[in-house]
Protein backbone atom coordinates (compact mmCIF):
# COMPACT_ATOMS: atom_id res chain seq x y z
CA UNK A 1 0.00 0.00 0.00
CA UNK A 2 1.21 3.59 -0.91
CA UNK A 3 0.45 6.46 1.55
CA UNK A 4 0.89 10.13 -0.23
CA UNK A 5 0.49 13.23 1.20
CA UNK A 6 0.81 15.36 -1.46
CA UNK A 7 0.89 19.22 -1.40
CA UNK A 8 -1.86 21.04 -4.37
CA UNK A 9 -5.43 19.45 -4.85
CA UNK A 10 -3.89 18.44 -8.47
CA UNK A 11 -1.44 16.05 -7.17
CA UNK A 12 -4.37 14.54 -4.79
CA UNK A 13 -6.46 14.03 -8.11
CA UNK A 14 -4.19 12.75 -10.43
CA UNK A 15 -3.04 9.90 -7.59
CA UNK A 16 -6.75 9.29 -7.38
CA UNK A 17 -7.24 9.12 -11.05
CA UNK A 18 -6.14 5.39 -11.91
CA UNK A 19 -9.45 3.42 -12.18
CA UNK A 20 -7.63 0.07 -11.51
CA UNK A 21 -6.03 1.17 -8.08
CA UNK A 22 -8.62 0.45 -5.03
CA UNK A 23 -7.25 4.22 -3.93
CA UNK A 24 -8.97 6.38 -0.91
CA UNK A 25 -9.29 9.75 0.43
CA UNK A 26 -7.91 10.09 4.20
CA UNK A 27 -9.07 13.05 6.30
CA UNK A 28 -9.26 12.18 9.63
CA UNK A 29 -9.34 8.46 9.37
CA UNK A 30 -12.19 7.66 11.99
CA UNK A 31 -13.96 5.96 9.51
CA UNK A 32 -11.34 4.60 6.82
CA UNK A 33 -8.58 3.43 9.54
CA UNK A 34 -11.11 1.42 11.43
CA UNK A 35 -12.59 0.01 8.19
CA UNK A 36 -8.62 -0.75 6.91
CA UNK A 37 -8.02 -2.62 10.59
CA UNK A 38 -11.29 -4.56 10.27
CA UNK A 39 -9.88 -5.67 7.16
CA UNK A 40 -12.91 -4.30 5.27
CA UNK A 41 -10.78 -3.51 1.89
CA UNK A 42 -7.39 -3.57 0.33
CA UNK A 43 -6.32 -0.17 -0.24
CA UNK A 44 -3.50 0.28 -2.96
CA UNK A 45 -2.92 3.85 -2.38
CA UNK A 46 -4.23 6.09 0.54
CA UNK A 47 -3.97 9.68 -0.18
CA UNK A 48 -3.68 12.05 2.98
CA UNK A 49 -5.39 15.25 2.16
CA UNK A 50 -4.31 17.33 5.74
CA UNK A 51 -1.16 19.02 3.68
CA UNK A 52 -3.21 20.48 1.12
CA UNK A 53 -3.28 24.68 1.34
CA UNK A 54 -6.72 25.65 2.51
CA UNK A 55 -7.77 22.16 3.46
CA UNK A 56 -7.48 23.10 6.99
CA UNK A 57 -9.00 26.41 7.06
CA UNK A 58 -12.71 27.84 7.68
CA UNK A 59 -13.04 31.26 5.82
CA UNK A 60 -15.95 33.27 6.04
CA UNK A 61 -17.12 35.24 2.82
CA UNK A 62 -20.01 38.16 2.63
CA UNK A 63 -22.02 35.44 1.31
CA UNK A 64 -20.93 31.88 3.11
CA UNK A 65 -18.42 30.07 5.22
CA UNK A 66 -16.56 27.74 3.45
CA UNK A 67 -15.18 24.95 5.33
CA UNK A 68 -12.22 23.33 4.40
CA UNK A 69 -12.46 19.22 4.04
CA UNK A 70 -9.79 18.40 6.70
CA UNK A 71 -10.73 20.52 9.44
CA UNK A 72 -12.08 18.68 12.23
CA UNK A 73 -15.41 18.75 14.14
CA UNK A 74 -13.25 20.35 17.08
CA UNK A 75 -12.26 23.39 15.68
CA UNK A 76 -15.80 24.16 14.49
CA UNK A 77 -16.75 25.02 17.92
CA UNK A 78 -14.17 26.95 18.25
CA UNK A 79 -15.13 29.13 15.56
CA UNK A 80 -17.39 31.85 17.18
CA UNK A 81 -18.61 33.49 13.83
CA UNK A 82 -19.87 30.20 12.88
CA UNK A 83 -21.09 28.74 15.70
CA UNK A 84 -23.83 31.92 15.86
CA UNK A 85 -24.59 31.02 12.43
CA UNK A 86 -25.37 27.93 12.24
CA UNK A 87 -25.44 26.88 15.85
CA UNK A 88 -27.28 23.10 14.68
CA UNK A 89 -24.54 21.93 12.32
CA UNK A 90 -21.52 22.98 14.95
CA UNK A 91 -23.38 20.71 17.30
CA UNK A 92 -24.12 17.82 15.13
CA UNK A 93 -20.59 18.03 13.87
CA UNK A 94 -20.04 17.92 17.97
CA UNK A 95 -21.72 14.90 18.61
CA UNK A 96 -19.57 12.79 16.73
CA UNK A 97 -17.87 10.00 18.60
CA UNK A 98 -15.63 11.32 21.45
CA UNK A 99 -13.35 13.94 22.24
CA UNK A 100 -10.50 12.37 21.03
CA UNK A 101 -12.91 11.57 17.79
CA UNK A 102 -13.49 15.08 17.35
CA UNK A 103 -10.50 16.09 17.17
CA UNK A 104 -9.44 14.01 14.03
CA UNK A 105 -13.50 13.66 12.15
CA UNK A 106 -14.93 16.23 9.79
CA UNK A 107 -17.65 16.81 7.96
CA UNK A 108 -16.25 15.66 5.09
CA UNK A 109 -15.36 12.22 6.05
CA UNK A 110 -18.62 11.59 7.50
CA UNK A 111 -20.52 12.90 4.68
CA UNK A 112 -18.54 10.77 2.04
CA UNK A 113 -18.53 7.86 4.48
CA UNK A 114 -22.17 7.68 3.54
CA UNK A 115 -23.43 6.23 6.59
CA UNK A 116 -27.42 6.70 6.88
CA UNK A 117 -27.27 7.52 10.17
CA UNK A 118 -23.86 10.05 9.51
CA UNK A 119 -24.36 12.85 12.15
CA UNK A 120 -23.39 15.89 10.59
CA UNK A 121 -25.16 14.85 7.31
CA UNK A 122 -29.23 16.09 8.14
CA UNK A 123 -27.80 19.13 9.52
CA UNK A 124 -25.93 20.38 6.61
CA UNK A 125 -28.83 19.00 4.49
CA UNK A 126 -31.15 21.04 6.43
CA UNK A 127 -28.76 24.43 5.80
CA UNK A 128 -28.61 23.29 2.34
CA UNK A 129 -25.28 23.45 2.43
CA UNK A 130 -23.39 22.57 -0.37
CA UNK A 131 -19.53 21.06 -1.38
CA UNK A 132 -16.89 22.28 -4.19
CA UNK A 133 -15.22 19.27 -5.43
CA UNK A 134 -12.33 19.12 -7.41
CA UNK A 135 -11.10 16.24 -10.30
CA UNK A 136 -8.94 15.20 -13.09
CA UNK A 137 -10.79 17.34 -15.39
CA UNK A 138 -11.78 20.56 -13.20
CA UNK A 139 -13.67 21.67 -10.17
CA UNK A 140 -17.76 21.74 -9.92
CA UNK A 141 -19.93 22.40 -7.21
CA UNK A 142 -22.93 19.85 -5.42
CA UNK A 143 -25.47 19.72 -2.99
CA UNK A 144 -24.83 17.85 -0.17
CA UNK A 145 -28.33 16.06 -0.17
CA UNK A 146 -26.61 15.01 -3.64
CA UNK A 147 -23.34 12.99 -2.49
CA UNK A 148 -24.50 9.86 -0.38
CA UNK A 149 -26.64 7.60 -2.94
CA UNK A 150 -26.95 4.70 -0.51
CA UNK A 151 -25.17 3.01 2.28
CA UNK A 152 -21.97 3.31 1.58
CA UNK A 153 -21.65 4.87 -1.18
CA UNK A 154 -21.24 8.49 -3.13
CA UNK A 155 -22.02 10.26 -6.34
CA UNK A 156 -18.12 11.25 -6.70
CA UNK A 157 -16.00 10.22 -9.39
CA UNK A 158 -13.34 8.67 -10.30
CA UNK A 159 -10.05 10.75 -8.74
CA UNK A 160 -12.83 13.48 -6.87
CA UNK A 161 -11.76 15.19 -3.72
CA UNK A 162 -14.59 17.31 -1.68
CA UNK A 163 -12.26 20.54 -1.32
CA UNK A 164 -14.72 22.29 0.97
CA UNK A 165 -18.16 22.34 2.73
CA UNK A 166 -20.14 25.80 1.66
CA UNK A 167 -22.37 27.03 4.49
CA UNK A 168 -23.91 30.03 3.25
CA UNK A 169 -24.33 32.79 5.10
CA UNK A 170 -27.71 32.39 7.18
CA UNK A 171 -30.41 35.06 6.38
CA UNK A 172 -31.76 37.22 9.12
CA UNK A 173 -34.24 35.73 11.85
CA UNK A 174 -33.02 32.50 11.07
CA UNK A 175 -31.29 29.80 12.72
CA UNK A 176 -31.04 25.69 12.88
CA UNK A 177 -31.01 22.81 15.67
CA UNK A 178 -30.01 19.34 15.27
CA UNK A 179 -31.64 16.39 17.22
CA UNK A 180 -30.55 12.76 17.36
CA UNK A 181 -31.77 9.71 19.52
CA UNK A 182 -29.37 7.43 20.71
CA UNK A 183 -29.88 4.23 23.48
CA UNK A 184 -26.63 5.65 24.88
CA UNK A 185 -25.69 9.07 26.40
CA UNK A 186 -22.81 8.81 23.89
CA UNK A 187 -20.20 6.87 21.66
CA UNK A 188 -23.57 5.11 19.78
CA UNK A 189 -25.09 5.59 16.72
CA UNK A 190 -28.34 7.75 16.21
CA UNK A 191 -31.33 5.88 15.92
CA UNK A 192 -32.87 9.04 14.55
CA UNK A 193 -31.21 12.09 13.98
CA UNK A 194 -32.92 15.61 12.76
CA UNK A 195 -31.57 18.61 11.35
CA UNK A 196 -34.01 22.04 10.67
CA UNK A 197 -33.52 25.34 9.39
CA UNK A 198 -35.88 27.99 10.02
CA UNK A 199 -36.37 31.23 8.78
CA UNK A 200 -38.78 33.71 9.97
CA UNK A 201 -40.66 36.93 8.50
CA UNK A 202 -40.68 40.16 10.20
CA UNK A 203 -44.17 39.29 12.05
CA UNK A 204 -42.52 36.33 13.54
CA UNK A 205 -43.74 33.98 11.33
CA UNK A 206 -42.06 31.02 10.16
CA UNK A 207 -41.24 32.09 6.16
CA UNK A 208 -38.94 29.70 5.10
CA UNK A 209 -38.17 25.50 6.52
CA UNK A 210 -36.06 23.03 5.72
CA UNK A 211 -36.61 19.63 7.93
CA UNK A 212 -33.93 16.55 7.04
CA UNK A 213 -34.39 13.03 8.65
CA UNK A 214 -30.94 11.02 9.03
CA UNK A 215 -31.30 7.24 10.18
CA UNK A 216 -34.84 6.41 8.51
CA UNK A 217 -33.44 5.32 5.18
CA UNK A 218 -30.66 4.77 3.07
CA UNK A 219 -29.86 8.67 2.65
CA UNK A 220 -31.15 11.46 4.37
CA UNK A 221 -34.78 12.38 3.76
CA UNK A 222 -35.49 15.52 3.32
CA UNK A 223 -39.49 16.26 4.18
CA UNK A 224 -41.09 18.95 2.44
CA UNK A 225 -44.69 17.80 3.94
CA UNK A 226 -43.12 19.22 7.36
CA UNK A 227 -41.98 22.50 6.11
CA UNK A 228 -45.40 23.15 4.73
CA UNK A 229 -46.70 22.43 7.64
CA UNK A 230 -44.66 24.97 9.78
CA UNK A 231 -44.41 27.78 7.44
CA UNK A 232 -46.90 30.48 7.68
CA UNK A 233 -47.19 29.51 11.42
CA UNK A 234 -45.72 30.48 14.56
CA UNK A 235 -45.53 26.51 15.73
CA UNK A 236 -48.99 26.30 17.06
CA UNK A 237 -50.06 23.04 18.18
CA UNK A 238 -51.79 21.86 15.20
CA UNK A 239 -48.62 22.93 13.17
CA UNK A 240 -46.35 20.82 15.21
CA UNK A 241 -48.94 17.85 15.41
CA UNK A 242 -48.64 18.21 11.47
CA UNK A 243 -45.15 18.26 11.34
CA UNK A 244 -44.69 15.06 13.56
CA UNK A 245 -47.37 13.64 11.56
CA UNK A 246 -45.04 14.47 8.31
CA UNK A 247 -41.69 13.49 9.64
CA UNK A 248 -43.23 9.66 11.27
CA UNK A 249 -45.00 8.99 7.62
CA UNK A 250 -41.70 10.17 6.05
CA UNK A 251 -39.51 7.77 7.55
CA UNK A 252 -38.69 4.03 5.82
CA UNK A 253 -36.41 3.12 8.62
CA UNK A 254 -34.97 -0.65 9.18
CA UNK A 255 -35.63 -2.67 11.75
CA UNK A 256 -33.02 -3.73 14.17
CA UNK A 257 -32.30 -4.19 17.62
CA UNK A 258 -31.15 -0.60 18.04
CA UNK A 259 -35.30 0.28 17.39
CA UNK A 260 -38.00 -1.36 15.40
CA UNK A 261 -39.68 0.58 12.69
CA UNK A 262 -42.56 1.55 14.59
CA UNK A 263 -40.31 3.48 17.07
CA UNK A 264 -38.04 5.20 14.61
CA UNK A 265 -41.03 6.72 13.24
CA UNK A 266 -42.51 7.73 16.51
CA UNK A 267 -39.10 9.28 17.39
CA UNK A 268 -38.49 11.09 14.43
CA UNK A 269 -41.44 12.84 14.60
CA UNK A 270 -40.98 13.64 18.41
CA UNK A 271 -36.86 14.65 17.89
CA UNK A 272 -38.72 16.98 14.74
CA UNK A 273 -41.07 19.35 17.56
CA UNK A 274 -38.08 19.47 19.48
CA UNK A 275 -35.62 20.23 16.91
CA UNK A 276 -38.03 23.02 15.39
CA UNK A 277 -38.70 24.58 18.55
CA UNK A 278 -35.06 24.70 19.34
CA UNK A 279 -34.37 26.73 15.80
CA UNK A 280 -37.66 28.67 15.87
CA UNK A 281 -35.82 30.11 19.53
CA UNK A 282 -32.58 30.65 18.00
CA UNK A 283 -34.14 32.43 14.73
CA UNK A 284 -36.12 34.98 17.48
CA UNK A 285 -39.01 33.30 17.62
CA UNK A 286 -41.40 33.30 20.82
C1 LIG B 1 -15.40 5.55 18.22
C2 LIG B 1 -16.13 6.16 17.06
C3 LIG B 1 -17.31 6.84 17.30
C4 LIG B 1 -18.01 7.41 16.23
N1 LIG B 1 -19.16 8.09 16.52
C5 LIG B 1 -19.86 8.65 15.49
C6 LIG B 1 -21.05 9.38 15.77
O1 LIG B 1 -21.49 9.54 16.92
N2 LIG B 1 -21.72 9.92 14.70
C7 LIG B 1 -21.27 9.79 13.42
O2 LIG B 1 -21.92 10.31 12.51
N3 LIG B 1 -20.12 9.12 13.15
C8 LIG B 1 -19.41 8.55 14.15
N4 LIG B 1 -18.24 7.88 13.88
C9 LIG B 1 -17.79 7.74 12.48
C10 LIG B 1 -16.72 8.79 12.06
O3 LIG B 1 -16.04 9.32 13.15
C11 LIG B 1 -17.37 9.96 11.27
O4 LIG B 1 -18.08 9.47 10.16
C12 LIG B 1 -16.33 11.00 10.85
O5 LIG B 1 -16.97 12.23 10.58
C13 LIG B 1 -15.50 10.59 9.64
O6 LIG B 1 -14.62 11.67 9.31
P1 LIG B 1 -13.07 11.41 8.99
O7 LIG B 1 -12.47 12.72 8.62
O8 LIG B 1 -12.42 10.68 10.10
O9 LIG B 1 -13.22 10.48 7.71
P2 LIG B 1 -12.17 9.41 7.06
O10 LIG B 1 -12.16 8.17 7.87
O11 LIG B 1 -10.86 10.07 6.79
O12 LIG B 1 -12.91 9.16 5.69
C14 LIG B 1 -14.20 8.56 5.63
C15 LIG B 1 -14.55 8.24 4.17
O13 LIG B 1 -14.71 9.43 3.42
C16 LIG B 1 -13.75 9.52 2.36
N5 LIG B 1 -13.30 10.91 2.33
C17 LIG B 1 -12.85 11.63 3.40
N6 LIG B 1 -12.60 12.91 3.04
C18 LIG B 1 -12.90 12.99 1.72
C19 LIG B 1 -12.84 14.05 0.77
N7 LIG B 1 -12.43 15.29 1.13
N8 LIG B 1 -13.23 13.81 -0.50
C20 LIG B 1 -13.65 12.57 -0.87
N9 LIG B 1 -13.73 11.52 -0.01
C21 LIG B 1 -13.36 11.73 1.27
C22 LIG B 1 -12.64 8.54 2.74
O14 LIG B 1 -11.95 8.03 1.63
C23 LIG B 1 -13.45 7.45 3.46
O15 LIG B 1 -14.04 6.59 2.52
C24 LIG B 1 -17.51 7.30 14.91
C25 LIG B 1 -16.31 6.62 14.67
C26 LIG B 1 -15.63 6.05 15.74
C27 LIG B 1 -14.33 5.33 15.47
Known amino acids: MRYERPDTIQDATALLANADANSFVLAGGTDLLVRMQNDDFEADIIVDIKSIAGMNEVTQTDDAFVIGAAVPSAALSENAPLCAAWPGVVEAANLIGSTQIQGRCTMVGNLCNASPAADSVPALVAADARVRIAGPSGTREAAVIDIPTG ?83 RLEKDALDALAAACSAASNPINDKRGTVAFRKQVAGVLARRAVQTAYTRAGGK
Do not use: C, W
Not at 190 to 218: C, E, F, K, T, Y
Open 151 to 233: PGKTSLQTGEIIEALVLPAPRSSSGDAYLRFIPRTEMDIAVVGVGVHLALDQSGAISAARIALGAVGPTVVLVEEAANAVIGT
